[in-house]
């Protein structure tokens, strides 16, 4: 248990000052970026990556893109909606007759 309690305050730590190592798992379907972590070590990062990708294939995901990188994500998961198509784009036009 002392082990376990030290390996977390380290990771805590090396997160605190972006030192940390995360999985980025960018995906093309739907168009997102996850971060998951935050890591001591690239052995812990790469043992944990595959069931990540596992669980957003199983999720319906395509297209991945695995990256282990020393990073401070602001977020978690990032989806880009730049690519969806909005009704709101539109302008409605009220009381108009054909």
Known sequence: MGGNLFK????????????ALWVEIIT?????????????NTT????????YIEDLETEGSKGLS?????????????YDDSLDFKFDRFPAFSGQTL
């Open 8 to 19: 977390n305050i380290f990771t805590s730590f090396l997160e605190t000052f972006g030192l």
């Open 28 to 40: 093309d379907s739907p168009r997102c970026t996850y971060y998951f972590g935050p890591f001591a």
């Open 44 to 51: 812990d990062a790469e043992a944990a990556k595959l069931g």
């Open 66 to 78: 695995v990256m282990i990188k020393r990073c401070k994500p602001d977020s978690l998961t990032i």
